[in-house]
């Protein structure tokens, strides 16, 4: 079965960094595009960066442009997304979706149930 | 990188048709097919009910139905179901080589 995994959320000040990682499971991890999404509290979906099957191609939302980092490790079949100088406003849960290609322009067609991220003092 | 424009909620009685709007620019929903509506449920992954505009996954029923005309996407769910009830999100590829999701529709059967 074809799964995603996410994990690494909790609790973190502002201006705080946390790293979150998404396990996958019953595919060929390295053939496949991946992207995070978020859902804050209250509000609808918002895509925050995917990777490339290869991970030579990344590209990010401007919310997080310069502050979060997207990586993965094809050895270990895990995404991550490194989320650096934390705003109250990156509070949300963290969904990994699988695209359905190498490239990032494929849709998403399997997800996670996502990891909470709440920014707070 | 705005949302696409999704009306907020939408309603019909069991067995009516109701269809969902998902207005974006000609750089994003007018420029691709690459158009795709979710369904989700609280707690819930997403789930992927149309994708490249107008196809269904395996699995999902043809009562779900995806089109679009020029900036704007549709999904129309024929034969409302009460299992139908879920906020449905509409996405799309960008020219900046990003995704962009519209801010949700809440669908209730009445």
């Known amino acids: 079965e074809v799964q995603v995994l996410e994990s690494g959320g909790g609790l973190v000040q502002p201006g705080g960094s946390l790293r979150l990682s998404c396990a996958a499971s019953?595919?060929?991890?390295?053939?496949?595009?991946v992207s995070w999404v978020r859902q804050a509290p209250g509000k609808g979906l918002e895509w925050v960066s995917a990777i490339s099957g290869s991970g030579g191609g990344t590209y990010y939302a401007d919310s997080v442009k310069g502050r979060f980092t997207i990586s993965r490790d094809n050895s270990k079949n895990t995404l991550y997304l490194q989320m650096n100088s934390l705003r109250g406003e990156d509070t949300a849960l963290y969904y990994c979706?699988?695209?359905?290609?190498?490239?990032?322009?494929?849709?998403?067609?399997?997800w996670g149930k996502g990891t909470t991220v709440t920014v707070s003092s | 990188q705005s949302a696409l424009t999704q009306p907020a909620s939408v309603s019909g009685s069991p067995g009516q048709s109701i269809t969902i709007s998902c207005t974006g620019t000609s750089s994003d929903v007018g420029g691709y097919n690459s158009v795709s509506w979710y369904q989700h449920l609280p707690g819930k992954a997403p789930k992927l009910m149309i994708y490249?505009?107008?196809n269904r996954p395996s699995g999902v029923s043809d009562r779900f139905s995806g089109s679009k005309s020029g900036n704007t996407a549709s999904l129309t769910i024929s034969g409302l179901q009460a299992e139908d009830e879920a906020d449905y999100y509409c996405?799309?590829?960008?020219?900046?080589?990003?995704?962009?999701f519209g801010g949700g529709t809440k669908l209730t059967v009445l």
């Open positions: 979706a699988k695209q359905v290609g190498a490239l990032v322009f494929y849709y998403m067609d399997v």
């Open positions: 019953g595919f060929t991890f390295s053939s496949y595009a």
């Open positions: 996405s799309s590829y960008t020219s900046s080589s990003t995704w962009v």
């Open positions: 490249d505009v107008s």
